[in-house]
């Protein structure tokens, strides 16, 4: 294995590829604000002609996320695409054309924001409170913030008990926020999981999700992609997977292992036991998302 290379910024690789999927929470903004320098990377980027897709393990639709990141600053007009697992989630509920997809009922116990109804909208599905009458579970949010995550215990040990398979729109299992990390539906996911029920993942790092990326890109070659990202279970991981480039942003959700002023040879071990965790080494690290 090769050892990561830490560097100041993107401008260390960004003549190395001609295309980049770039993750959004972590990386570009904390939910609330742009972090100091996305919008400059983003903006280099355009200027050199890069190709850049926005790839995303939010459970909302595409439209949403557009909205959203237009509202915070960000020029969306300037990107190749913006591939999101919710998206995704939603495509492969309405086609049902591949396992097992195809064999989900139409009852679903929904987790979403009270305001958003995207992930089911256009959707020939029922949506039902009790489990008793559900056919599947579909995950597109957790509301940590008036619930704890045991709140939700009683209805998923409902589930589990009737072998409901669970379809989760958003892998994540922490995601960062102004306050600091807050955990996300993968959390729910793998709790679901410990009860024995069936979780179906859409997103990072499953492969189907960079195969959308890839068509978004059309003539590009995995290798010509870079993928930045702060999660190394899911950024990091997926892309190699894929046959990407993997740019790792320290200060995200690990930025406890890399906190700031620490010496390199503390950066290079944090590194080297986030690659010995999952098996996997990013070819880049850098603190932030800035040039």
Not at 52 to 81: K, P, W
Not at 83 to 88: L, M, R
Not at 227 to 245: C, L, N, Q, T, W
Not at 254 to 264: I, K, V, W, Y
Request: net charge negative.
């Amino acid at each position: 294995m090769h050892a990561t290379a830490i560097v100041a910024g993107v401008g260390a690789f960004i003549d190395a590829y001609e295309g980049f999927l770039i993750d959004q929470w972590g990386v570009l903004h904390n939910g609330d604000r742009p972090y100091p320098g996305s919008l400059e990377v983003l903006a280099e980027l355009a200027r050199r002609n890069k190709r850049v897709v926005l790839l995303t393990n939010s459970g909302r639709r595409r439209s949403f996320n557009e909205a959203r990141l237009e509202e915070l600053g960000f020029n969306t007009a300037a990107l190749a695409g913006i591939v999101t697992s919710g998206e995704a989630t939603w495509q492969a509920l309405q086609q049902r054309t591949v396992e097992p997809f195809q064999s989900l009922g139409r009852r679903c116990l929904l987790f979403t924001r009270a305001d958003d109804s995207g992930p089911i909208d256009g959707l020939d599905l029922e949506v039902v409170d009790d489990p008793a009458e559900a056919e599947f579970i579909y995950l597109t949010w957790l509301d940590t913030v008036t619930h704890s995550i045991e709140a939700f215990d009683r209805v998923i040990e409902a589930a589990a008990r009737r072998n409901l398979p669970m379809v989760c729109a958003n892998p994540d299992r922490v995601a960062p926020t102004e306050g600091g990390l807050t955990q996300a539906p993968g959390s729910l996911a793998q709790r679901y999981e410990a009860l024995g029920g069936e979780v179906i993942y859409v997103g990072k790092p499953h492969r189907p999700i960079y195969r959308a990326c890839l068509d978004v890109l059309e003539d590009l070659a995995p290798h010509e992609i870079c993928a930045v990202g702060d999660s190394y279970e899911h950024d990091i991981r997926g892309a190699k997977d894929a046959g990407m480039a993997a740019a790792f942003v320290m200060r995200g959700i690990h930025a406890e292992a890399f906190l700031e002023g620490a010496s390199r040879a503390a950066e290079r071990k944090a590194l080297d036991d986030l690659a010995g965790e999952h098996g996997v080494v990013a070819d880049w690290a850098l603190p932030t998302f800035r040039l």
